[in-house]
C-alpha cells in the first residue's frame, strides 16, 4: 500500500504550502509551508504544525502565542501540490500581527488598504512574559 505521503508533489525544497482556513466559516487564516515530517504530526497531533524555512525548524503553530490551530480536516489539491487545512484557531488569532487573519489587506484604487483590525496588539502575544 502506497504511504500516503508519497502522494503529495513535494518541491524541491521537500515542502508543499499549506492553506489553514477556519473550518466554521471557511476565512482563510494564513499560508505556511510543511515538510513530511510537520504534515505527518499535523495528522498525528491533531494541531498544524508548519516548516518554519526562516528558523530552518519545526513551527507549532501556537508554541509562543498560544493561538494553536486544531485540525479539523485536510484536504489535497487535485494537482496534489497544495494541502488545505481546515482548523479552529483557538484564540481567533491567526496572523502575527494580532488579526484573525494574515489576509487583512484589500487592494482598493490602486493601493493595499488595511481592512481588518488588530485583535490584540502583537508585544502582548509575544513578548509577555519574556
Known amino acids: 500500500m502506497k504511504d500516503w505521503l508519497d502522494e503529495i508533489k513535494w518541491n ?3 515542502l508543499v504550502p499549506a492553506i ?8 482563510v ?9 510537520s504534515l505527518a504530526l499535523t495528522v498525528a497531533e491533531h494541531r498544524a504544525i508548519y516548516w518554519s524555512r526562516s528558523r530552518g525548524k519545526l513551527w507549532r503553530k501556537g ?5 494553536v490551530q486544531t485540525l479539523h480536516e485536510l484536504r489535497l489539491d487535485c494537482d496534489a501540490d497544495v494541502v ?6 483557538l484564540g481567533h488569532i491567526a496572523c502575527h500581527t494580532g488579526r484573525e487573519s494574515c489576509f487583512y489587506r484589500v487592494f482598493e484604487d490602486g493601493q493595499w488598504k ?4 488588530v485583535l490584540k496588539d502583537p508585544d502582548a502575544i ?3 512574559g519574556h
Open 20 to 27: 489553514a482556513q477556519d473550518h466554521k466559516t471557511g476565512r
Open 126 to 128: 509575544y513578548h509577555a
Open 12 to 14: 524541491s525544497d521537500g
Open 84 to 89: 488545505i487545512l481546515m482548523v479552529e484557531q
Open 29 to 37: 487564516l494564513m499560508m505556511a509551508w510543511m515538510n513530511r515530517e
Open 63 to 67: 508554541e509562543e502565542s498560544g493561538h
Open 114 to 117: 488595511i481592512v481588518d483590525p
